[in-house]
């Protein structure tokens, strides 16, 4: 309360203390008031007046302080008194054991975005930085809804500086949503604040778009777990819905928008350039999936979304996925229709690009300048992504001797194999399968590349199906 006598707000209210020193106010005067016209009542009078004065005295003078230990504003949920309570009135009246003001408790602030607290407060020059390479650091602004696209061969480095762009925008609690084809991104769950891994049953068609709808409302980092799923159709159904719901909530919070990234690694296996070439074999899932990304592309910008987009082959990657991206992570290429591609967007040389060693690559900015560096390794574990190696220490494998006819068993087919197996060409049929293996087959071509789909069409159980689906991978027919 500030000492320029302004009154008490009528809302705030009288601590016990502040009632028991009108209640022995209103006695004093009381008593005053009966005794008045004899001297007993004079001398109470004047011996209460005294004590009044003479132990009020600095809160007639400090009126703050006063304020602070008679009136206060009721207390909010979760707030506690910061004065001692213990000692009567009488005591604080006759100056016994007057409490010492103690320190305001500390109440956990309400959880807000990192980025804009550090945005409202000005954060200083070093924690806005992301920290991609000991000579490439961008501000958060920089980057942050940005369409970023990252392309190199295998080994080159692309999925570890998307994974580093993830951790340093996570220091910023930015919301994301990851699909994992290859479990790339499982080890993200460590390094990521709020990240949360999602397989197949937890994350569904039906409850898809609630999902994506909490990306934004909780600020958490979703990895879809790819290889969890048996049907790529349902994979690109489930980010087509999140999506979804990260613009659904994007819509219904206007004043309170958040920057959320949407990755998509190996985007050339999901949305070619030549659709013929998609692990997404059911057109309208796959139609689903490329207008959510273009969708991202081509509006999420003004709501706060941006895509990060990683590929092998730009040259084989969607044109309509690729659109117009603001920042460039061009790595390691070897091929001419890729190397001529690169051309489109810098001037490094493709003797240059040939050249590039893993992790080393071309940051092309919003403004078009081109520069080389060598990137930083990612904080989590890139083990899932390490290629194995030979080990001359390791155990030879033992030697076993071929099974004949007699030792084969198979639950599921009824003809013996042949003892002479040729192994065909992926995917093509041969005249030397049993009939069920054949039908099995000739379905997988026609789209039914899971156990669930395939066990409907053969009129057998899911496990029935899924043993055809094995023996076909074992003889090479199928991938």
């Not at 309170?256 to 990755?263: H, K, N, P, T, V």
């Not at 560096?373 to 083990?383: G, L, P, Q, Y």
């Not at 197996?421 to 093509?428: A, E, G, L, N």
Request: net charge neutral; charged share 25%; with cysteine.
């Amino acid at each position: 309360m500030e000492d320029n006598g302004e009154k008490l707000k009528p809302k705030m209210e009288l601590t016990p203390n502040g009632k028991g020193a009108l209640a022995a106010s209103g006695g004093l005067i009381g008593l005053d008031v009966l005794t008045h016209a004899g001297p007993g009542g004079l001398l109470i009078a004047g011996i209460g007046t005294w004590v009044m004065a003479r132990h009020t005295s600095d809160f007639l003078y400090l009126k703050d302080r006063l304020a602070a230990h008679f009136v206060h504003a009721p207390a909010t949920e979760g707030q506690q008194e910061t004065f001692e309570q213990r000692h009567s009135f009488g005591d604080r009246l006759l100056g016994k054991h007057l409490p010492e003001r103690k320190s305001k408790p500390i109440v956990p602030e309400q959880k807000k975005p990192f980025l804009s607290r550090l945005v409202s407060s000005g954060g200083s020059g070093g924690d806005r930085m992301v920290d991609l390479a000991p000579d490439l650091q961008l501000d958060i602004d920089g980057i942050a809804g940005k369409a970023t696209f990252i392309c190199g061969i295998r080994r080159s480095g692309k999925t570890t500086l998307g994974v580093r762009i993830a951790e340093e925008l996570g220091r910023f609690n930015m919301g994301m949503l990851i699909p994992d084809l290859k479990g790339d991104w499982k080890s993200c769950e460590k390094t990521l604040p709020n990240a949360v891994i999602l397989g197949q049953g937890e994350a569904t068609e039906e409850n898809a778009l609630a999902h994506g709808y909490a990306i934004c409302e909780e600020q958490i980092q979703i990895i879809i777990d790819i290889p969890s799923y048996d049907d790529m159709n349902e994979v690109a159904l489930v980010l087509a819905k999140m999506i979804e719901g990260i613009f659904l909530w994007e819509r219904k919070h206007p004043q309170d928008r958040r920057l959320c990234a949407i990755f998509l690694d190996e985007a050339q296996s999901f949305l070619p350039q030549d659709v013929k070439d998609s692990i997404i074999s059911d057109p309208d899932a796959r139609d689903a999936m490329q207008n959510a990304y273009m969708r991202t592309i081509a509006i999420g910008g003004s709501l706060g979304l941006f895509p990060v987009i990683m590929t092998q082959r730009i040259a084989q990657t969607s044109n309509k996925v690729i659109g117009q991206p603001e920042l460039l992570f061009l790595f390691k290429q070897t091929l001419d229709n890729d190397l001529k591609r690169y051309q489109n967007f810098t001037r490094v040389s493709t003797e240059q690009v040939r050249g590039l060693k893993q992790g080393q690559g071309i940051f092309v900015s919003y403004e078009g300048d081109s520069s080389i560096h060598v990137f930083h390794k990612r904080t989590s574990s890139d083990a899932m992504s390490a290629t194995p190696r030979y080990n001359p220490q390791a155990k030879p494998v033992p030697q076993t001797r071929l099974l004949d006819d007699d030792d084969y068993v198979d639950e599921y087919e009824e003809e013996p194999l042949p003892k002479m197996r040729q192994v065909p060409q992926v995917r093509h049929s041969s005249p030397r399968l049993p009939a069920t293996l054949e039908k099995a087959l000739n379905l997988y071509n026609e789209g039914c590349t899971s156990s669930r789909l395939l066990a409907p069409r053969m009129n057998v159980g899911k496990d029935t199906a899924n043993g055809y689906l094995r023996q076909l991978r074992e003889r090479r027919l199928i991938v």
